[in-house]
């Protein structure tokens, strides 16, 4: 029971870390957000895997399959992505254009909260006003999201949707003779997954404290390669 009240917290917490990653205006405070957040992935990877181990329910090996995905470059895609879709002219100038002035009013208001709290006498009313103005701005933010999602979502997919491909469809893409094998890797553990059409696997190894120098000691080593060597 407390780790399924662990993995519900943890879901909510992704969702709130989400919408405050995708609120930020300027793609240099997403890549920070999303480098500070990374490693809680691992947390509700584990406490899934340990559901699945205790219960068998194939719900929580989905779960982890997905967050594993989701700890992936998802911002780095969705920033990527996000331009793209600008590029190829799947979303008015003019909304794009609002979209961006809306997000620097956000941070600009956000910033002046941080600073006005930190004064040791702030006024109180002129905390009460930024509070609200940033309220109806959050307001104008998710409009503006769900009229993407409504009327551009093409955009709205590229840029703001965080869902990613689930095991069950993922396997019904493969054919009989492919299979996928993915990892995800944290401080001090490797979770690996194996799919095919009609299987799901999912293996798991303790990292060593010395995994990460020999990966990097191999990488250069591939690095400084020549033919000539052999």
């Known amino acids: 029971r407390n780790l399924q009240a662990s993995v519900a917290n943890w879901e909510l917490s992704f969702s709130v ?34 559901l699945y181990s205790i219960t068998g329910q194939k719900t929580y090996r989905q779960k982890v399959f997905e967050y594993a995905e989701k700890s ?46 930190k004064v040791p006498k702030p006024n109180l009313e002129h905390l009460d006003d930024c509070q609200n103005k940033l309220y109806q701005l959050r307001k104008q933010q998710d409009s503006l999201i769900q009229n993407y999602k409504r009327h551009y979502p093409a955009y709205y997919n590229a840029k703001f949707n965080a869902e990613v491909i689930g095991a069950d469809s993922l396997q019904r893409m493969l054919k009989p003779n492919e299979a996928v094998l993915q990892y995800s890797l944290s401080a001090n553990k490797m979770v690996i997954f194996l799919l095919t ?4 696997k999912i293996f798991t190894d303790s990292v060593k404290p010395d995994f990460f120098t020999d990966i990097e000691t191999y990488r250069k080593k591939l690095s400084q390669f020549s033919i000539n060597d052999l």
């Open 17 to 50: 870390s989400h919408r405050y990653k995708m609120g930020l205006s300027r793609d240099d405070q997403r890549y920070a957000y999303a480098d500070y957040i990374t490693h809680r992935y691992s947390y509700i990877i584990n406490a899934c895997l340990d």
């Open 197 to 200: 059409q009609n299987e799901f």
């Open 72 to 117: 992936r470059a998802s911002l780095l895609l969705s920033t990527v992505n996000g331009i793209n879709a600008f590029k190829m002219n799947l979303l008015p100038v003019s909304l794009k254009k609002e979209e961006d002035q809306l997000w620097a009013n956000i941070e600009i208001l956000s910033n002046t909260l941080a600073w006005e709290v």
